[in-house]
């Protein structure tokens, strides 16, 4: 069961010493697996929704399996303030080079760095794992599970997404649907996602911990999907030891 925010906070403070950027519990993002969405919150209420995509190797956050960890993680830096939409990052610096959507044969990370630093045992390495939100190139695969074990985003939404999260913002991560939140009025489109707008009217949405907690029927389960990252990440393994032989 996912524990609520208040219980990772407590922990977070009695650790204080090893977090870098202070926590802003009033940004809050929820990642979900099973919908392969993202939704930011202000103070409880839905601000946007896009759609993203986890790793094709599962959850988890053990060491090589390129997995996406699950649970509460929260905004430890951004990188890529103004660059161009589909600029390519290499280590984490600009190359110069942009890319259109779905540039054949590249699989960059573009546009944005937002590098997650994870709250709890289940995602500790998620910092030193690399884990992000970030953008690709690859948008034609955005909305089912492609990545490497980070958040991959549209190259315009992610932009979008940066310019609105501070450092500290929390983030968390569930292999289940979204909670139902009620949509703001009025609302724009955007390309990728619903921007809601004039959202003071609207009454504050609570998180319900418990129900982000109950997978649905008609999906794996958190523990499959681990099991399939780990068996994914031994067959890459394999393969990677195979081509050094070869």
Not at 9 to 32: E, G, H, R, W, Y
Not at 111 to 137: K, S
Not at 194 to 219: G, M, R
Request: hydrophobic residues 40%.
């Amino acid at each position: 069961m996912l524990r609520p925010l208040a219980v990772i906070l407590s922990i977070v403070s009695a650790t204080s010493a090893f977090a870098v950027a202070p926590l802003d519990t009033s940004n809050q993002m929820i990642i979900s697996v099973r919908d392969q969405k993202l939704v930011l919150l202000r103070n409880g209420e839905k601000v946007a929704m896009y759609p993203i995509s986890t790793s094709m190797f599962g959850l988890g956050d053990a060491w090589g399996r390129m997995t996406t960890p699950l649970g509460y993680l929260a905004v430890e830096k951004k990188i890529g303030d103004n660059a161009p939409v589909g600029a390519v990052f290499h280590n984490r610096r600009m190359t110069g080079e942009v890319l259109k959507p779905n540039a054949p044969g590249r699989d960059p990370i573009t546009t944005r760095i937002i590098w997650l630093r994870g709250l709890e045992a289940q995602n500790a390495h998620a910092f030193q794992r690399c884990i992000y939100i970030h953008g690709t190139p690859e948008e034609k695969k955005i909305g089912r599970p492609a990545s490497y074990g980070c958040i991959r985003m549209k190259s315009k939404d992610v932009a979008d997404l940066y310019n609105q999260v501070p450092l500290g913002a929390i983030v968390q991560i569930v292999p289940d649907r979204l909670p139902k939140l009620e949509k703001a009025k009025p609302r724009q489109e955007t390309s990728g996602g619903v921007v809601a707008a004039n959202l003071t009217s609207e009454k504050p949405q609570q998180i319900n911990a418990t129900a982000l907690a109950t997978p649905p029927s008609s999906t794996l389960t958190a523990e499959q999907m681990r099991m399939a990252g780990a068996l994914a990440g031994a067959r890459e393994k394999a393969k990677v030891a195979s081509n050094k032989r070869l």
